[in-house]
């Protein structure tokens, strides 16, 4: 896992629409799972996306313009096993199990992330909008860059804006996000200012850069609320 190799598997997630989040040399503290046929994973690289970035590659792909049901999830697995394949890495993903995997240990364990009061992590760089989408696993010794040691942004975040904005009180500092509270609101109308993107992680001033637009929010809303095929 040479850095030329590194520098090229970055190229192609860019290409379409991902990005690396981190990695890191397995060595026992979260559970990785093992490779085909039993062999130790000795690296995972964390896959991910933002809103800008895989917005344009999703709507130009055949999942998406099929209209069938999940097409971010079956775009996801197409695109990446394509790389993987190609970079000699397994593939495992947040959508399928059970069993499930423990994506956000994984971040954590990347570093640059904090836990935030809306149930995702945020980046130092990506803020709340960064999206896991896969981790590649490999039998090679992890080289790459070291846990990176900036906290996440929420442990210095003084006014933290995604506390008071929530029109039902969704979002608070001591029960986290009331996820049924959400949907119940969003199902109610669909006039609603959230459904161009929720207010509380729009309200996050880290990574404003890589928010959702209009379209990308709509289509996730639509799928959170079950409205989509």
Known sequence: MNRPAAANLEQDLAAAGFLLLGGFATDGSVAVPPLAGGKQ?????????????????L???PEYRSGQADPLDRYTRRALLEIAEASSYEPVFPFEGPPYY????????????SQSPLGVLAHHDYGPWSG????????EVYTGPEAADADGPC??????????VCPVGAVTVHEGYEVTDCRDHLAASRDLDCWSGCLARRACPFGQQHR?????AGFHMESFVGLSK
Not at 102 to 113: E, I, L, T
């Open 59 to 61: 709507t130009a792909s």
């Open 155 to 164: 442990p210095t975040c003084t006014d933290a804006p995604c506390l008071t």
């Open 41 to 57: 994973a000795r690296s995972l690289l964390l896959i991910g996306s933002t809103g800008p970035s895989i917005w344009p590659a």
């Open 212 to 216: 959702q637009s209009q379209a990308t």
């Open 102 to 113: 423990p994506f956000q240990q994984w971040a954590m364990k990347c570093g640059g992330f």
């Open 132 to 139: 896991f989408r896969a981790a590649f696993l490999s039998v």
